[in-house]
């Protein structure tokens, strides 16, 4: 078996002022909570018809399905989510300088989804709705079933309140392209490899395969400028998932993804 341990050690990309939109509970911004999953197909969009938007309707088309998937409801979330918290909580408490015992965390994929889906930010918590996230040997999969409308929504709050207009024509042709596909929705199954790059969490995104079968590796995803809006993503990804598992603790972090379970550790 393989662990994802740090690696890659390098600078972050920073997100740009135009992807945020102040006064949103926990100071993300609609535009990038509401709309990351809509980044993502934006990438696609523009990848899947070699930047001819516009023109390509019908390929674009091939991204979206009728139907959505619909979750299982995990068992006893509720009641599961204070003892998740807790354990944490114990975690980031525990001194890290203590010798050989080095404060560990060990996470199994319902406890990610139930964390997520109690994320003290509403918008995260909403998408967790859409969304569910598995282990492997190495990585983490999350299975994604988004409506459209959903999206439309989300764009056109983040439109009306971007701050000086500043980047709204991006929005604006995004909120373009989920026009032609209110109603419906965005099937697919993205894979997520973790690392700790100089003492932050970092989410990079590997593959996505769509529902029809087609698949998108990281030579796709990455092509000309698209690099630069999966990096913005990947980034605010990291955050959250740092801000879940280590907050403000302090001590360095250390992540590794081995037999299905996600390995948290903080060292001196």
């Not at 299982?72 to 918290?85: C, F, S, V, Y």
């Not at 319902?110 to 995260?124: K, M, Y």
Request: with cysteine; charged share 30%.
């Amino acid at each position: 078996m393989t662990s994802q341990l740090p690696f890659n050690e390098g600078e972050g990309s920073i997100l740009p002022e135009h992807l945020t939109v102040p006064g949103e509970t926990g100071g993300r911004g609609c535009f990038f909570w509401g709309c990351m999953i809509l980044v993502l197909l934006f990438v696609l969009a523009v990848v899947g018809t070699g930047g001819c938007v516009y023109m390509v309707k019908n390929e674009i088309d091939s991204l979206f399905e009728d139907e959505g998937v619909v979750f299982e409801e995990i068992p006893e979330l509720e009641a599961r989510l204070d003892g998740i918290r807790e354990r944490i909580a114990l975690f980031r408490q525990a001194p890290s300088d203590g010798g050989d015992d080095k404060p560990l965390l060990v996470l199994g994929a319902d406890e990610l989804n139930i964390l997520v889906r109690g994320h003290q930010e509403p918008v995260v918590a909403d998408l967790a709705r859409f969304l569910r996230l598995g282990i492997t040997d190495s990585t983490l999969e999350a299975e994604v079933s988004f409506p459209m409308d959903r999206g439309a929504t989300y764009l056109d709050k983040a439109i009306e309140r971007q701050p000086g207009r500043k980047g709204v024509e991006e929005l604006q042709f995004m909120r373009f392209l989920v026009g032609f596909f209110e109603g419906r929705f965005f099937n697919a199954a993205v894979e997520l490899g973790l690392e700790v790059r100089q003492e932050k969490v970092m989410a990079k995104i590997l593959k996505v395969k769509l529902a029809n079968g087609v698949e998108f590796g990281e030579a796709e995803l990455r092509r000309g400028d698209q690099e630069n809006k999966l990096e913005e993503l990947e980034e605010e990804m990291g955050r959250t998932f740092e801000d879940i598992f280590f907050g403000d603790a302090p001590g360095r972090k250390r992540l590794g993804v081995r037999d299905g379970k996600l390995f948290l550790r903080r060292l001196p």
